[in-house]
């Protein structure tokens, strides 16, 4: 069975045999983008219904269950509805700031998704700063949040997105460094050759104590980038009403709700890529099948997910000087420690290699 | 294809460079201005120096454009405008921009520019390597003198966001000693 997975170089190979070279990668590239688009914004929308489906699970309910096979169609039809209602705002808004908010947050969360790894050949871009430019386009995200806020001419709204500004600055110091630590064992920042290391023995494996202390600051500090609980001082129900979003309604509401899904989903997929080897199978039981590779990626990442759901619905809200706490006096020296052992280790081959 | 990429770029990076000085609203200025800078990394990824432009972006779009909006969402209510000029002034600092981009223009189209030939692309390694290299061309030096630079910062902030707690705790040893002494 082959499938052709290299969709960049399929595409362009089909479109180049009736049109000019040039054409011919451009409309390649609107055509990859539109399929990214198409499957990240139903991925989304599934990771919404796992959300509503864990979150039932944990508290003993049902959970959504009339619309469609076990209520599986039952946010496209709230995207449906979202999609249908009046974009309404208010008076004194700064319009043109208001408007772009929700681009800023769904474009940077989209870009960052054409650098994964999905199987060997299933990469859009592979830059050869993967990793960097994954923190690079995260760190954007938080100015829409910021605008969103500051636009909305509403006081809950800019404390909701003041608190997401401390927030993410913060803890984007914490993602950094732990990814940083693996990237002492890795050498390269690039996602593919990145993979290619751990055939050897996934990353967490082979950095052993260093490796799972990145990776527990990591899970921490990007459920805290994500801006969901038990960090999620943004948008704070009780305390801020919807936090920056507040003023948002019909689709621009939507694109800042999907955007936070499709972060959860590229935290994960970062942590699956960086500490559990991508879509390198255990033990290497599939190599021979190379496409399974989206199945052991997809399986890792949701995996992840799931970790990250069951902190929302387990541990109660931190309080905003807590957060602070909480990432400059501990984790932060916590991270500086680490990567002064992982470079130890580095330095005196004690790294396991299966 | 590059070519038009590169037009695209330069009609963006020019608008909103004209838009950043010229909108009344602060915030608005300030993301023109990182609109602006978006471009400089647009520019730079388009000659595949690709880790510069992530540096561009982290640094200045998610760093220095996040605080600079910090600042305004702190002092400048959204229903404030900035106020215009007087005309002498605005003339004056035309008069100055027009020299500086003068002498720019004048500089640029003097100098003799050599099209690179066999083109490699920079990596991370090399970078990392040479900034830390203490043979002749290596950037040890000002490579140290910044993280010096950025640890007295770093310790400045500190003083000045604990500083009533640090001068109470002196004075309270103070005491505890000249009381132990007597």
Not at chain 1, 111 to 117: G, I, N, Q, S, Y
Not at chain 1, 174 to 183: A, D, N, P, Q, W
Request: proline share 2%; aromatic share 12%.
């Amino acid at each position: 069975m082959k499938i052709a997975l290299n969709i960049t170089k399929t595409i362009q190979d089909l479109l180049l045999g009736f049109m000019p070279e040039g054409t011919a990668s451009i409309l390649a590239m609107v055509i990859i983008a539109l399929i990214y688009l198409a499957i990240f914004s139903v991925a989304g929308l599934m990771l919404v219904l796992v959300e509503r489906k864990v979150a039932a699970w944990f508290q003993l309910r049902i959970g959504p269950n009339r619309v469609g096979p076990w209520g599986l169609l039952q946010t496209m039809a709230d995207a449906l509805k979202l999609v249908s209602k009046e974009l309404t705002g208010t008076v004194k808004a700064d319009m043109f700031l208001y408007n772009l908010a929700p681009y800023f947050v769904i474009v940077s969360s989209l870009m960052a998704l054409a650098v994964f790894p999905f199987t060997q050949e299933f990469q859009a871009f592979d830059i050869n700063i993967g990793i960097f430019f994954l923190i690079a386009i995260s760190s954007i995200g938080v100015i829409g949040i910021l605008l969103g806020g500051y636009a909305s001419n509403n006081k809950f709204a800019l404390i909701g997105a003041m608190r997401s500004g401390v927030q993410t600055i913060s803890y984007e110091l914490s993602v950094g460094l732990s990814l940083l630590t693996m990237i002492l064992i890795t050498g390269s920042l690039q996602l593919s050759e990145i993979v290619e290391v751990q055939k050897n023995g996934w990353l967490i494996v082979q950095g052993h104590i260093p490796a799972v202390i990145a990776f527990m600051i990591y899970m921490i500090a990007g459920t805290a980038e994500t801006n969901r609980a038990p960090f999620d001082m943004v948008e704070a129900e009780s305390e801020l009403g919807a936090g920056f979003h507040t003023e948002y309604s019909g689709m621009k509401f939507a694109y800042f709700f999907l955007a936070e899904f499709i972060n959860m989903f590229i935290i994960a997929a970062v942590a699956a890529t960086v500490f559990f080897g991508g879509w390198l199978s255990p033990f290497g039981i599939t190599d021979s099948i190379p496409w399974l590779g989206v199945f052991w990626f997809l399986g890792k990442t949701f995996a992840l997910v799931f970790l990250m759901m069951w902190f929302r619905w387990t541990f109660p809200r931190l309080r905003v000087d807590q957060l602070l706490t909480l990432e400059w006096k501990y984790l932060l020296p916590l991270n500086l420690l680490n990567i002064v052992l992982m470079a130890l280790i580095v330095w005196l081959g004690l790294t396991i290699q299966l | 294809m590059e070519r038009y990429i590169f037009y695209i770029l330069a009609v963006l990076l020019i608008v909103s460079a004209i838009a950043a000085v010229s909108s009344k609203k602060m915030l608005r200025s300030v993301i023109y201005l990182l609109f602006t800078l978006c471009g400089i990394a647009g520019i730079y990824f388009l000659i595949d120096y690709n880790f510069l432009a992530a540096i561009q972006l982290t640094v200045y779009a998610g760093g220095i454009i996040v605080l600079i909006i910090f600042s305004v969402i702190l002092v400048h209510h959204i229903e404030m405008e900035l106020e215009v000029a007087k005309l002498s002034k605005k003339l004056l600092v035309g008069a100055a921009c027009a020299l500086g981009l003068g002498v720019f223009l004048a500089t640029i189209y003097a100098h003799d520019f050599k099209v690179v030939e066999n083109f490699n692309t920079t990596t991370t390694e090399q970078i990392g390597l040479k900034l830390l290299s203490y043979e002749a061309g290596g950037f040890i030096l000002p490579f140290e003198l910044i993280s010096v630079l950025l640890l007295a910062s770093m310790i400045g902030a500190i003083v000045i966001a604990k500083g009533k707690k640090l001068v109470k705790s002196e004075k309270s040893n103070v005491e505890s000693i000249q009381k132990n002494n007597n």
